[in-house]
């Protein structure tokens, strides 16, 4: 049986498609880097890093995304060829595999929440008081080796944004204030 399907939908998938295209570019260009970053800041041996719990789920959040593009597509296949026990299998595969993927963003985003802040701890680092670098963005903490890093205003100029390069530039600028 053939059954049909509505053309905003059909539009609203190649969005989607256009959106995941995007996304995965992104990925492939700077995301997984800025992970690997976000990370390793504790071990970097910086004098100045900073921390965002958010940066945890950019990864699954992208799979999600694409699991949704998937979803999506298999739904119109679904609609054309109604009788079609293989795509009603692979859709229940990927309402399964969506949930896990919903609850391992959320179990990651908890536990760099909770296990970054000790990992940093335990490597030397303290979070600046509050109303000191960085104070604007409600998500990023900076957390420096020496308190006093915090209250230096010439460092509070140069970190403007928390972009990789700003941190190494705001380090740099820490190191020639020694």
């Known amino acids: 049986m053939r059954g049909e399907v509505d053309s905003f939908y ?3 998938l190649a969005g989607m498609l ?3 295209v995007g996304l995965t570019w992104f990925m492939l260009a700077a995301g997984f ?6 990370f ?3 071990t970097s041996g910086l004098s100045l890093i900073l921390f965002e719990p958010v940066m945890s789920g950019l990864i699954t959040s992208w799979m999600i995304s694409v699991c949704l593009l998937i979803n999506g597509t298999l739904n119109t296949v679904k609609a ?7 795509i009603n299998l692979a859709l229940n595969w990927l309402k399964i595999i969506l949930v896990v993927l919903l609850i391992l963003t959320i179990t990651l985003v908890s536990a760099s929440y909770l296990l970054w802040p000790l990992w940093a701890s335990h490597n030397g680092y303290q979070p600046c008081p509050s109303f000191t670098l960085f104070f604007t963005d409600p998500v990023t903490t900076a957390w420096v080796t020496d308190i006093e890093i915090c209250h230096n205003d010439k460092v509070d100029g ?13 380090n740099e600028l820490i190191e020639n204030l020694k």
């Open 10 to 12: 059909l539009y609203c």
């Open 18 to 20: 256009l959106v995941v």
């Open 33 to 38: 880097e800025i992970n690997i970053t976000h």
């Open 40 to 42: 390793t800041y504790p």
């Open 80 to 86: 054309f060829w109604l009788d079609n026990k293989y």
């Open 158 to 170: 140069v970190l403007k944004n928390n972009l990789h390069e700003t941190v190494l530039r705001a």
